[in-house]
């Protein structure tokens, strides 16, 4: 299956900008939903972003404009840009892939993960 590893994340002060990037192992497929969740201490996974095979994205209401997703199948990259930070955007970040071009349901519909990287705003 498909690995993924994630970098870029760091320390920043509020409204700060970080780009996190996942490089897969295979080329990315056009019929796989690729997405970012995040995972603060103490509280559940939940979805940040999503770029389907398509190339639609869906951002999760908090992102508010604040972060823009990519992908690069060729490259077998998926990126995500995040500007204005805030402190309660701090947290593990997580690159997802699904064996499906859609992005419907939430974290247990995704099929391969990575490690993560942390992402600390304060």
């Known amino acids: 299956h498909v690995q993924l590893v994630e970098s870029g994340g760091d320390s920043v002060r509020p409204g700060g900008s970080l780009r996190l990037s996942c490089a897969a192992s295979?080329?990315?497929?056009?019929?796989?939903?690729m997405g970012w969740f995040r995972q603060a201490p103490g509280k559940e996974r939940e979805a940040v972003a999503a770029?389907?095979?398509?190339?639609?994205?869906n951002y999760a209401d908090f992102v508010q404009g604040r972060f823009t997703s990519s992908r690069d199948n060729t490259k077998k990259i998926l990126t995500l840009r995040m500007e204005d930070l805030k402190v309660e955007d701090t947290a593990m970040y997580y690159c997802?892939?699904?064996?499906?071009?859609?992005?419907?349901?939430?974290?247990?519909?995704?099929?391969?993960w990575g490690q993560g990287t942390q992402v600390t705003v304060s």
């Open positions: 770029i389907g095979g398509d190339g639609d994205e």
């Open positions: 295979d080329e990315l497929s056009i019929n796989a939903c």
């Open positions: 997802a892939g699904r064996y499906a071009r859609s992005c419907d349901g939430g974290a247990s519909a995704f099929h391969y």
